[in-house]
Antibody
């Protein structure tokens, strides 16, 4: 069965860095675009970044562009998010999500359990 | 960027009620809209894609319709397990994959 397991969250000081990981299993990882979506405490969902199946195309929300880097290791079925220059407003639960495309239809059909990042001094 | 506006932001209804949530796009997105359900402490779950197509395994009391800029999501007969926050998401103009701000559904 499809499984996405998020890890790497924790408490970090403003301006520092953190790296999140998402371990994928139960599907052919190399054929799917993957994403990170976050949710600040008590707030809604915010798309953060996406990466194409081969890793050649990367997309970022304006709020994280230049600070976060999405990457993937298809040999290890792992998605990563390197977060630099962290700010208090980056505090959130971070979810990895699989994007399925069928013709012109795109949706996020599987999600990780989420990992909490707290940016605080 | 396309903005998605959901209403209401919260809703209280009784078991068995018909519940409707609306989502409005800031520009025409054809039918490129998904609906997700998120229960407290859990990851979101896809319910509807392409505005009106039910994801496999999702109960038929859930439905969606609309095209262009105006969309609706309906629960025909509210069940206790439907208590959650519901989000719309557009995928017409990417990136970003914009979500609505969410509608929190509670039992009266």
């Amino acid at each position: 069965q499809v499984q996405l397991v998020d890890s790497g969250g924790g408490v970090v000081q403003p301006g520092r860095s953190l790296r999140l990981s998402c371990a994928a299993s139960g599907f052919t990882f190399t054929t799917y675009t993957m994403h990170w979506v976050r949710q600040a405490p008590g707030k809604g969902l915010e798309w953060v970044a996406g990466i194409s199946n081969a890793g050649s195309n990367k997309y970022y929300a304006d709020s994280v562009k230049g600070r976060f880097t999405i990457s993937r290791d298809n040999s290890k079925n792992t998605l990563s998010l390197q977060m630099n220059s962290l700010r208090a407003e980056d505090t959130a639960v971070y979810y990895c999500a699989r994007e399925t495309r069928s013709g012109g239809t795109y949706f996020f059909d599987y999600w990780g359990q989420g990992t909490l990042v707290t940016v605080s001094s | 960027d396309i903005q998605m506006t959901q209403s209401p932001s919260s809703l209280s209804a009784s078991v068995g009620d018909r519940v409707t949530i609306t989502c409005q796009a800031s520009q025409d997105i054809d039918n490129y809209l998904n609906w997700y359900q998120q229960k407290p402490g859990k990851a979101p779950k896809l319910l509807i894609y392409d505005a009106s197509n039910l994801e496999t395994g999702v109960p038929s009391r859930f439905s969606g319709r609309g095209s262009g800029t105006d969309f609706t999501f309906t629960i025909s007969s509210l069940q206790p397990e439907d208590i959650a926050t519901y989000y719309c998401q557009q995928y017409d103009n990417l990136p970003p994959y914009t979500f609505g701000q969410g509608t929190k559904l509670e039992i009266k």
